[in-house]
């Protein structure tokens, strides 16, 4: 979303950077290039002056106390990210869990915000973290609005309240009141033990006096810990609209943003919080369940400037990856065993669990100079690769120098793929396992450059072993020493 403001910024700074010493113009100049970026990115107008005025009179302060020899574009750009993380919010905030459950969280927004969705995504997430969430169909207004959130619940294993059938031809025994269901979820959810309670509730296409009015009732009937109100990234300056109407109208908490992924210019989420006074604490990156995390002022800030977003990259590896899988590698990198290809394999597998390549390699740092590749990394050859590891033994997988030409041409018919492509696998495979040999001796690999290689590992459990003597030529002597 934000590639062409990233791009912006990167331009910017590497003009200044180019300076050396900085003066008062190119303080004003580069002041003047952010400030036309944020413009082009949607960013509301009044969001943009303040920034500017900050970063401008921050960075004018600095100036003479930047030493001569310093990287004083470096202490610019400091400013300029401390600045944006304020605007974005400051600090992550959490949700606020009651201290007698179920915690409640009611969803509003408009139709088509992503709110039946983001529902579900939401129940996954604690429910990943061990709590028990209910989900609560309290939108009987857009057609199949209660039919998607069962399937939507279904689909990550979490329990819907729906009661309604939500069309307007028949109703359930709430009479299709959206207000007595949320009423009647949050008891339903007391009475089994449930500890967090998520109420999507019903949107228009625009802010009319019957949303709101609607809306007010649920949050009076239910009276929810959090309100969070749900906003398509995607939209521009109307988030802000929206969102200002729906703080005087009803009332929210944080807000979450949806579609973060799509291909508009982002200036919903550097407007949104400032505007508003309330967090963006949630924001949703993708179609699938998992692609939704905790908003972070201070990471999406980095990734606005092109620095990356490595700590997210490291919490989804950290998920993907089984803890005892990992240290078994780590035991067998540690004892000089050979890493294998049954050990590839399950590094493949939870690379697939970490979602799409492409957003991940864009979490590294410079990943905007890579551009072009990362967009033409072909998603497919993981699968392929896999495929072609599965199709051997396992006695094949763990010696690889068994594989001569019929055993290879039996995994290329059974992986559906060329014998040159099993070929290429392993001998990519094999180059991989000498450098990890090589590193583990502690020895620089070949082609790496001086001053790359890891220390030696220990050797675990290793056999001491006394050198041996020379024995004499003399027999009697020799007979002696093999006496003592």
């Keep these: 979303m934000f590639e062409s403001l990233t791009s912006r910024f990167s331009g910017a700074f590497s003009s200044l950077r180019a300076k050396g010493k900085i003066s008062t113009s190119d303080i004003e100049s580069t002041c003047q290039e952010i400030r036309q970026a944020l413009l082009e990115s949607d960013v509301a107008l009044s969001v943009v002056e303040d920034f500017i005025a900050d970063v401008h009179e921050k960075s004018l302060a600095a100036l003479p106390t930047l030493q001569a020899g310093t990287n004083q574009a470096n202490a610019i750009f400091e400013i300029v990210n401390a600045s944006l993380v304020e605007i974005l919010g400051g600090q992550a905030r959490r949700v606020r869990f009651a201290k007698n459950p179920p915690t409640v969280i009611m969803l509003a927004g408009l139709q088509g915000a992503g709110k039946t969705t983001l529902a579900g995504k939401l129940a996954k997430f604690y429910a990943d973290q061990g709590n028990t969430p209910l989900l609560v169909a309290s939108d009987l207004q857009r057609p199949n609005a209660v039919t998607q959130l069962q399937v939507v619940g279904e689909s990550v294993n979490v329990p819907v309240f729906a009661p309604e059938p939500g069309n307007a031809k028949t109703s359930g025994i709430y009479g299709g009141n959206p207000v007595k269901v949320a009423k009647a979820g949050v008891e339903f959810a007391k009475s089994k033990l449930y500890n967090i309670v998520i109420v999507d509730t019903a949107g228009r296409l625009g802010v009319d006096e019957d949303l709101m009015k609607q809306a007010s009732e649920i949050r009076d009937a239910i009276n929810p810990n959090e309100i969070l109100f749900v906003v398509d990234a995607m939209i521009g300056q109307d988030a802000v609209k929206t ?36 967090p963006i604490m949630f924001a949703s990156t993708g179609e699938k369940p998992h692609e939704f995390d905790i908003f972070y002022p201070d990471r999406m800030a980095s990734r606005i400037l092109g620095l990356g977003d490595v700590a997210t990259l490291a919490e989804q590896a950290k998920k993907a990856f089984d803890t005892d899988t990992s240290a078994k590698l780590e035991a067998k990198f540690a004892s000089g065993e050979d890493f294998t290809l049954e050990d590839f394999l399950e590094q493949l597998q939870a690379m697939s669990k970490m979602g799409n390549m492409s957003k991940l390699l864009g979490m590294l740092p410079g990943a905007g100079q890579i551009k072009k590749q990362i967009e033409n990394f072909d998603e497919g050859e993981i699968v392929r690769t896999k495929a072609i590891v599965q199709s051997m033994t396992p006695s094949e997988r763990r010696d690889p120098k068994l594989l001569n030409g019929s055993r290879r041409a039996r995994i290329a018919l059974g992986s ?23 590193v583990r001796n502690g020895a620089t690999p070949t082609g790496m450059p001086p001053g790359m290689a890891m220390p030696a590992m220990p050797k675990v459990n290793a056999p001491v072993t006394k050198k041996k003597k020379s024995k004499s030529g003399n027999p009697a002597k020799r007979a002696q020493e093999e006496g003592q």
Excluded at 246 to 270: C, I, N, Y
Excluded at 421 to 433: C, G
């Design 243 to 278: 969102s200002q109407a729906f703080l005087e109208g009803v009332g929210f908490d944080g807000v979450v943003l949806t579609k973060l992924d799509g291909d508009a210019r982002g200036g919903a989420a550097l407007s949104i919080s400032s505007m508003t006074k309330r």
């Design 416 to 438: 559906g793929r060329k014998v040159s492509d099993v070929n290429n696998l392993v001998d990519r495979f094999t180059a991989a396992q000498k450098m990890m040999k090589q």
